[in-house]
């Protein structure tokens, strides 16, 4: 008897013994909170909000391909620097229309009076109008009057991070989950380039021929409709309010349209009065929904929300300002790119190495496209193959901060390839090959650094959330002080590059950036990764654990 224990005492303590000697507990959780992009739940209300957040940057680097010369449309005789001046008012003056509007949109989008599916519906279908306009708009005050009112009437970027994360609470989807928006916001920076480039023509072509720049526009427009069905018909709303009524204004709105055809049912039919006692006459029963077992379920208490004063906690205040750093120099950088490859060649005698030196790569609509498109298509692969592995063993704080250090190496390499341009160089091939490594150069490192920076930035703001309730607000003011930065800073750059080009030193807007970009290094050690809406809890509510996951970061 004795000897029929110790065997299988002793079988199992040779199947624990690997588990004992390999026993890190956290490698372990790590190994089993992967997922793969596969493995997400609501992947249908993912894609709809994949496409909404491709529009974006698709319209907006679609423009960037084709401004210099769309400007030189309007005003023929304006100089490179006026130019240079017009695209940093062009490209600010959305942003900042969406700054002064976006924490109204949050705001909106947290109330029972409007909800996430109601104003992102509402900034899809402004938007697509504003590229309609934009596209027909033969001044510059017309173009920027559009472009206000694009920005005015969407909170598009915000409220989709803010959807998503909802729809996947658990930690180990949700950071994926999140990941999704950068690879489809890339993917946008790939196709958008490439319609502008490809659809734009200085001549214009057919019924278009006096509106040279619609095409690519008519074309963003059809995207941002298309999200825009996708959303009314199949978009959930997330709100929690909703969860325990009829629904948004647009549900309610779309069930009273449905519904006003069809008779109402009082839940009975008549018998056959020949055959009353028949017992093959029939009585046909409708179902009706089975009363809750919870009393006080039709009359829920709604959930507690945080006042607007207490969202502002030390963590959200300091990533805000990371954001607004980051953001800026970001979208500073790729519109002063597209200008610098517009900007024609300089005269070789004028130059000279190191920093005296001006012009630009003078390509032409197609190629700035190509060379724009390299940007979202080196993006998609990073964000697609590298990132993910990285972001599972490294944590996403530290992918951020290091990735932060390439910009200021990026922007300082920036203006060399105007230098290698003007070389005298006999043979042309060889000197095209040099040019488009150079160029090929400063774009592995920004894509690089914006690989490593933008998805994680997108994380550190959901999870900076100090309560559920106003999820919709931090995600929206995410938007605003990014969209503040991105109408403060192309501003300012494009006034020092219109300058650099006056004075000969075409590189003092991107040197700028670099000063910006080591900024933005320092400013990153104050960010601590947050606990998703768990640092505050508020009266008569129980504090709440993460669902799976590990907390991935640190300080």
Request: aromatic share 8%; glycine share 10%.
């Amino acid at each position: 008897m004795p000897n029929s224990q110790v065997a299988p005492s002793s079988a199992i303590a040779k199947q624990q013994e690997p588990l004992i000697v390999n026993g890190d507990v956290e490698a372990q959780a790590r190994a089993k909170d992967k997922v793969s992009y596969s493995n997400l739940p609501n992947k249908k209300q993912l894609a709809i909000l994949c496409i909404a957040r491709l529009a974006d940057p698709l319209a907006a680097s679609s423009i960037q391909t084709y401004m210099f010369y769309q400007l030189r449309f309007f005003n023929p005789s304006a100089s490179e620097a006026l130019i240079s001046t017009q695209a940093g008012i062009i490209v600010g003056s959305k942003t900042a229309a969406q700054v002064c509007t976006g924490m109204l949109w949050g705001r909106l989008a947290d109330s029972e009076y409007g909800g996430r599916k109601t104003v992102l519906m509402i900034g899809l279908i402004c938007s697509g109008i504003s590229c309609i306009g934009y596209g027909l708009s033969k001044t510059f005050v017309s173009a920027v009057s559009w472009q206000v009112f694009g920005g005015a009437m969407s909170s598009n970027v915000g409220i989709v991070r803010c959807v998503v994360a909802e729809l996947n609470p658990e930690k180990r989807y949700r950071t994926r989950a999140l990941l999704l928006l950068p690879l489809f916001a890339n993917a946008g920076m790939l196709l958008g380039p490439l319609v502008g480039g490809l659809l734009s023509s200085e001549n214009g072509n057919g019924v278009l021929k006096a509106f040279p720049y619609a095409p690519p526009n008519i074309f963003a427009a059809a995207i941002y409709t298309i999200a825009a069905i996708s959303v009314f018909l199949g978009l959930e709303e997330t709100l929690e309010h909703f969860k325990h009524h009829e629904g948004s204004i647009i549900q309610r709105l779309w069930k009273k349209v449905t519904t006003r055809s069809h008779a109402p049912s009082h839940g009975y039919t008549m018998i056959d009065s020949s055959e009353p006692n028949s017992p093959e006459s029939t009585v046909i029963l409708v179902n009706f929904p089975e009363p809750s077992s919870n009393p006080n379920n039709g009359a829920s208490k709604p959930k507690a929300r945080l006042p607007f004063r207490r969202i502002w906690t030390w963590n959200v205040l300091c990533t805000m300002l990371a954001h607004f750093i980051i953001a800026g120099h970001i979208a500073t950088f790729t519109n002063l790119w597209a200008i610098f490859l517009s900007t024609p060649l300089s005269d070789p005698k004028t130059q000279h190495a190191p920093f005296q030196f001006s012009g630009g790569l003078s390509m032409q609509p197609r190629e700035v496209g190509f060379a724009m498109s390299t940007l979202g298509a080196i993006g998609v692969t990073l964000q697609l193959v590298i990132y993910p592995m990285l972001n599972d063993r490294f944590g996403t704080i530290r992918i951020w901060r290091a990735a932060l250090f390439v910009f200021p190496v990026a922007y300082a390499l920036a203006p060399f390839p105007a230098l290698i341009a003007s070389l005298a160089i006999t043979s042309v091939l060889g000197k095209a090959i040099i040019v488009w490594i150079s160029v090929g150069s400063v774009l592995l490192l920004f894509v690089v650094g914006r690989t490593g920076v933008t998805p994680a930035t997108t994380l550190l703001i959901n999870d900076c959330t100090p309560h559920p309730s106003v999820r919709g607000t931090i995600h929206t003011a995410g938007t605003v002080i990014g969209n503040l930065s991105r109408s403060f800073f192309p501003v300012i750059a494009f006034a020092i590059f219109g300058k650099g080009l006056e004075v000969g030193v075409v590189g003092l807007g991107f040197w700028c950036l670099a000063c910006l970009g080591i900024l933005a290094c320092v400013a990153s050690r104050w960010v601590e990764q947050g606990s998703n809406g768990r640092e505050i809890v508020l009266e008569g509510e129980e504090p709440v654990q993460e669902q799976g996951g590990h907390k991935n970061g640190g300080k």
